[in-house]
Nanobody, 126 residues
């Protein structure tokens, strides 16, 4: 069982930056591929970014390319989501997720991940 805990969300203005963190409670963090998803009110949870176990492979949703960057520190059991040039449409609850091994064909699907955090709220005002 892997427990995930996100932090770093908040209320910011359009154009600001935030860095989200997700800490995993496992001794085998480097066996897990990690993903970030988000869910806005009344909408389905959507893929944001994913990173492989050794951070050699990253994938992004088209809507966030160039503004959001996923990274990880395996020594700290932590995955990050650096967000710049935030827009009101980035407002959502952001979730991190984990799975054993990187899913090269299904990394953007929620049912591809076995473990989820509780989420952290990001609100971007215009």
């Amino acid at each position: 069982q892997v427990q995930l805990s996100e932090s770093g969300g908040g209320l910011v203005q359009a154009g600001d930056s935030l860095r989200l963190s997700c800490v995993a409670s496992t001794r085998a963090f480097d066996n897990y591929a990690m993903g970030w998803f988000r869910q806005a009110p009344g909408q389905e949870r959507e893929f944001v970014a994913a990173i492989s176990q050794s951070h050699s492979t990253t994938r992004y949703a088209d809507s966030v390319k160039g503004r959001l960057t996923i990274s990880r520190d395996n020594a700290k059991n932590t995955v990050y989501l650096q967000m710049i040039s935030l827009k009101p449409e980035d407002t959502a609850i952001y979730y991190c997720a984990a799975r054993l091994g990187f899913a090269y064909w299904t990394y953007a699907q929620t049912d591809s991940y076995n473990y989820w955090g509780q989420g952290t709220q990001v609100t971007v005002s215009s």
